[in-house]
């Protein structure tokens, strides 16, 4: 799978090792012979590349959410601020045109479906069952808690939650992702199917 879509990926920008991009579409693949899934932070479209050609693989759709606009960490000043991304004539940070990039570069459009918005707004209407839910939005707690309680309750027997950014080890990273992993698995709700570098993968009894 990698092969195909290489040059792609290493033209986008991103977090996500190739070993996590693969354990991306292989789950895709696997969730996507039951129904679509939803992607909670595209940025510029890396993971979604990797799980959009999942659900492609089997005709499904994947629904992405992002705001668009940087999280907390990728704002002027912070460690994550990346210049190419801040849009000069309002002053903010735009992904959504590097995200649109990758998915026609990819040849994706039939398949990935970008929702511009917060996550909880979207949730607040969803009425779609969902077979995999890809949390990897705002690494506060807040936010990460917000998408976990709004989101999976959305997801059907045996679909697939998946977080990336787990440090068990606080001096390794950010404690939120590892946070709603945990209340996860102590809701009795989901069991651990693997976990790949820091992508966590659960699934819902
Ligand atoms: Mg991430």
């Known amino acids: 799978m990698i092969k195909k879509y290489q040059t792609i990926i290493n033209e986008t920008k991103g977090f996500m090792s ?18 679509p ?22 005709n499904e759709i994947l629904f992405t ?12 000043g912070e460690e994550y601020f990346d210049p190419d991304l801040f849009d000069d004539r309002i002053n903010k940070i735009d992904t959504l045109r590097f995200l ?22 979207v949730a607040k209407s969803w009425r779609t069952p969902l077979t995999l839910l890809f949390i990897d939005g705002s690494h506060t707690f807040d936010s990460a808690e917000t998408d976990y309680l709004c989101w999976t309750p959305q997801l059907i027997e045996n679909g697939y939650l ?15 992702p590892f946070h709603i992993y945990q209340k996860a698995l102590n809701s009795g709700l989901f069991q651990e199917v693997a976990m790949i570098q820091t992508l966590g993968i659960l699934k819902r009894r």
């Open 65 to 76: 959410i992002d705001h668009h606009r940087g999280s907390e960490e990728q704002q002027p």
């Open 162 to 176: 998946l977080i990336h950014d787990i440090f068990p080890d606080p001096s390794q990273g950010g404690q939120a």
């Open 18 to 35: 190739p070993e996590e991009g693969q354990g991306l579409y292989d789950f895709a693949q696997k969730a996507s012979q039951r129904g």
């Open 37 to 58: 899934g939803l992607e909670i932070g595209s940025y510029c479209g890396k993971s979604t590349l990797f799980l959009g050609a999942g659900f492609q693989k089997n």
């Open 100 to 121: 649109r990039t990758t998915l026609e570069n990819a040849s994706l459009e039939d398949t990935v479906i970008p929702i511009v918005s917060r996550s909880e707004v």
